[in-house]
């Protein structure tokens, strides 16, 4: 029976010791650094992580609590990568939005919303009227790093003819690519609607909007009366009867380029102009 026990024990020292030397080894980085804890050691490799986020991209996170769709986790996402200059990273999958997500606001700087691919990220949007869906108001005249990229953005069942896709109100140099729209009350609404705003050199490439009430909007409001070279390139327009394709309402739209496809039926209204353009290239 001693001699049992004495073996047990000699077991358990041995595996205590290996433990102390798996803990002594993991207090070591790479190049050798010995941090004073395993705290510290972990400490230490988040803020490699972070250091990681802010060059590849902050990832959307878990939905918290009780919340019943992803609007929240879309503007904890946002907040973190303007914090940082980054991207806000979107795996494939559905999301949901009930309100708007204020992607810059007064400031030139922000960050971009990308997904994985165009075809495999859907945000269902629950908006009603012109409620934005992603609003951009940045510093007037100031370059950015803003955009959305590879998204499709379609309404929630029941919600059909409601919201605008994307809104701008005095955002400059953002880009927009590869993102599909329908079913939207507006797909893309440009209205400088704050006081001394003007929206300039926004570029939006292979945009693709069908089945919305009016599927580009410009507009001053309280803002600037300029829309100066905002570039249309490979946008295509499937309109449907009593919609309107590009509804220019009001201001002056002029230097910018509108390389628009366009297809609809009888009672189409391909573009209205109740302004005109001045020197469009």
């Not at 009780?66 to 503007?75: G, K, S, Y």
């Not at 953002?174 to 570029?203: C, M, R, V």
Request: charged letters at 20%.
């Amino acid at each position: 029976m001693a001699g049992i026990t004495d073996y047990l024990v000699r077991n358990l020292q041995k595996s205590l010791q290996d433990v102390s030397a798996q803990t002594n080894n993991a207090l070591y980085d790479l190049n050798g650094n010995k941090s004073s804890s395993l705290k510290d050691r972990i400490n230490l490799e988040q803020s490699k992580i972070n250091v990681l986020n802010t060059i590849n991209g902050v990832p959307l996170g878990a939905r918290q609590g009780n919340e019943t769709d992803d609007t929240e986790r879309f503007r904890r996402a946002v907040a973190i990568a303007n914090a940082i200059r980054s991207e806000v990273k979107l795996a494939l999958g559905e999301y949901v939005i009930s309100g708007t997500i204020q992607v810059t606001d007064n400031k030139g700087y922000g960050c971009k919303i990308v997904g994985i691919n165009d075809e495999g990220v859907k945000i269902k949007t629950r908006l009603t009227g012109t409620t934005p869906l992603f609003a951009f108001k940045g510093g007037s005249g100031t370059f950015s790093n803003v955009g959305l990229k590879n998204l499709s953005i379609v309404p929630d069942t029941g919600f059909e003819y409601g919201g605008t896709a994307i809104y701008i109100d005095g955002q400059c140099n953002a880009y927009y690519e590869k993102i599909h729209i329908s079913k939207l009350n507006y797909g893309i609404w440009l209205h400088n609607n704050t006081a001394g705003s003007f929206s300039e050199i926004n570029k939006f490439d292979f945009i693709d909007i069908k089945d919305c009430n009016n599927l580009i909007r410009m507009e001053q409001g309280a803002g600037d009366p300029s829309f100066h070279g905002n570039d249309f390139t490979n946008v295509y327009l499937n309109i449907n009867d009593g919609q309107i394709g590009f509804n220019h309402v009001s201001g002056y739209y002029y230097n910018g380029r509108l390389d628009l496809f366009m297809w609809g039926m009888a009672q189409t209204l391909y573009i209205l102009m109740l302004m005109p353009m001045q020197s469009t290239l």
